[in-house]
C-alpha cells in the first residue's frame, strides 16, 4: 500500500523555490521549519505561486472551444477533448493532482507550525487566514474536478477526494465522502473568517485572499450546494466590500483582467497561453452573442482566417478567479430560486447595462421584462455562458445545471459526451492511481 510519500517529498523539495538557504534544513522530525511572519510569507507565496492551470484544461471538455489539430501540441490535449480519462496515451496531459497536494503541504506546514512559532501579530493573523482560505479553494475546487456534483441526498456517500490536513509523511491517502469534504472547506472558511485582517488586496498583489475573496469563495460554494439563501447573504456581504463593475462601453479592458476594478482574486491561470494556442471559439458559443451590440465580442474573441482565437487569455495579466460581476450572477440566481424575479432581473441588469451597447441594453431590457422563472433561469444559465467564456468556470456550470450533451470532433471522428454522462466527474489520474491502489 502506497503512501503519500512521494507527493510530500515533492512538495519539500520544491521548498527550494522559496530561495531562503535555511529552508532547506531538514529538521530531525523530517520537516522543514521557518520560523518568523516574513518566512511564512514567503512559503504561502510559493504556495500561491503553484496552484496549478486546470481550469484551461476544462475548457478543453467543454461546448467553449474546439480543438485545432494542426498546433503541436495537439497530441498531448486531443483525449482530454475526447473525454478520455482512462487508457489515456503518455503523451496526454494530465489533470493536476500532485500539485493539489504540493499546495496544500504548504498550506498545513503555515497552519500547523507557522500557527505555534510565529509570533503574534496582524501579520500573522493574515497569513494564517490566507492560508486557510486557500485550503478551502484547493479542496473546493478538487472535489469539483474529481467527484459528483453536490447532492445533499447522495453527498455523504458519494466519493470525494481525500483529505489531509497534517504534514505526516506516513499519512495513508484515502478518500474521503463528497460531504466530508464540503465540511472541510466550510471548516476552513470559518477559520479563515475569523483571522482575516485584510478587506481587499490591492492591484498587483490581489492573487492573495481577502475578506471579499473569502465571501466571493463561500457565495459560490453555497451556490453549487444550492444553499440559496447563504449564497445571497455571502454575495451581498462581498459586494458590500467591493462592487465595482467595468463599463465596456468606456474601458477596453476585458473584465478579467488582473487590473480590472472588477477583480477581488486574480489566481487562477484560467485560460493559459498553451490552451489558447491549440483552441478556437466553437460555433455554439460564439452564436450566443449579438456581435453587433455586446461588447464583450470584441475583447474576448479575435478573427483568424474563418475562425476566432480566444483573446481573453493566455498571459499572466488574465488572471482570475473571483471577480464582481460574479457576485452579481449568484446574487440573481439565488433570488430565482428563492422565488424572487423581479429582484433577480434587476440584478443581472446591473451587469448587463455595462456589456451592451445602450441600444443593446434596451433590448435586453424587453426581451428579460416579460420571462417567466424558468425562462429567466436559463437566461442566467447562457449569460454566465457569455460573461465567463474561457475563465474555468463553463465546465462546472454544465456540471451543476443540465449536464447537457457535447459534440466534439477530433481527428476527423465524432466524439459525443452524452447527456447526464459519468464522464462529467473526470477520473483521478492514471499516475495517482498508480502510485496508490487505495484510489
Known amino acids: 500500500m ?31 521549519i521557518p520560523t518568523t511572519v516574513d518566512d511564512y510569507r514567503k512559503v504561502l507565496t510559493s504556495a500561491y505561486s503553484k496552484y496549478p492551470s486546470h481550469r484551461a484544461l476544462t475548457a478543453l471538455r467543454t461546448d467553449e472551444v474546439n480543438i485545432d489539430e494542426n498546433t503541436s501540441d495537439f497530441i498531448s490535449y486531443r483525449e482530454i477533448a475526447m473525454w478520455k480519462d482512462s487508457n489515456t496515451d503518455q503523451a496526454t496531459t494530465e489533470f493536476p493532482w500532485v500539485s493539489f497536494y504540493s499546495v496544500v503541504f504548504y498550506l498545513n506546514q503555515i497552519i500547523n507550525e507557522g500557527s505555534k512559532t510565529m509570533a503574534e501579530s496582524p501579520e500573522k493573523q493574515q497569513i494564517l487566514a490566507e492560508a486557510y482560505a486557500l485550503r478551502a479553494y484547493t479542496y473546493f475546487d478538487m472535489v469539483n474536478l474529481y467527484a459528483k456534483p453536490y ?21 495513508v491517502l484515502k478518500p474521503s465522502t463528497v460531504q466530508e469534504v464540503y465540511s472541510q472547506v466550510h471548516a476552513d472558511m470559518a477559520k479563515a473568517e475569523g483571522l482575516m485582517v485584510e478587506q481587499k488586496q490591492a492591484t498587483g498583489i490581489n492573487y492573495r485572499f481577502s475578506k471579499a475573496a473569502l465571501l466571493a469563495l463561500e457565495a459560490r460554494t453555497a451556490l453549487y450546494e444550492g444553499e440559496w439563501n447563504k449564497a445571497l447573504s455571502y454575495s451581498e456581504q ?15 479592458t476585458a473584465p478579467n483582467h488582473y487590473a480590472s476594478p472588477e477583480s477581488i482574486l486574480a489566481l487562477d491561470n484560467a485560460f493559459n497561453s498553451s490552451v489558447q494556442n491549440l483552441s478556437f471559439a466553437s460555433a455554439e458559443l460564439l452564436s450566443k452573442y449579438n456581435s453587433t451590440t455586446d461588447k464583450r465580442f470584441g475583447l474576448y474573441f479575435e478573427k483568424s482566417g474563418n475562425k476566432y482565437k480566444v483573446i481573453k487569455g493566455g498571459s499572466s495579466d488574465f488572471r482570475v478567479s473571483f471577480r464582481t460581476s460574479e457576485l452579481y450572477f449568484i446574487k440573481s440566481e439565488a433570488l430565482v430560486k428563492l422565488n424572487k424575479p423581479d429582484e433577480a432581473k434587476q440584478e443581472l441588469l446591473k451587469v448587463l447595462k455595462n456589456r451592451y451597447t445602450p441600444d443593446g441594453y434596451v433590448s435586453v431590457q424587453n426581451q428579460v421584462a416579460p420571462m417567466n422563472t424558468a425562462e429567466f433561469m436559463n437566461f442566467i444559465l447562457d449569460e454566465r455562458f457569455r460573461e465567463f467564456a474561457a475563465e474555468g468556470q463553463r465546465w462546472f456550470d454544465l456540471r451543476r445545471a443540465n449536464q447537457k450533451k457535447i459534440t466534439h470532433t477530433v481527428n476527423g471522428q465524432e466524439y459525443i459526451l452524452q447527456q447526464n454522462d459519468v464522464r462529467y466527474t473526470i477520473e483521478y489520474p492514471m499516475s495517482a492511481k498508480k502510485n496508490n491502489p487505495n484510489l
Open 151 to 171: 447532492n445533499s441526498a447522495t453527498a455523504s456517500t458519494d466519493r470525494g477526494i481525500p483529505i489531509t490536513l497534517d504534514i505526516d509523511l506516513e499519512q
Open 238 to 252: 462581498a459586494l458590500a466590500i467591493k462592487s465595482d463593475i467595468s463599463n465596456l462601453n468606456t474601458v477596453n
Open 2 to 32: 502506497r503512501k503519500i510519500t512521494t507527493f510530500i517529498a515533492l512538495a519539500v523539495i520544491s521548498f527550494t523555490s522559496i530561495g531562503c538557504d535555511r529552508f532547506l534544513d531538514i529538521q530531525p522530525e523530517g520537516k522543514v
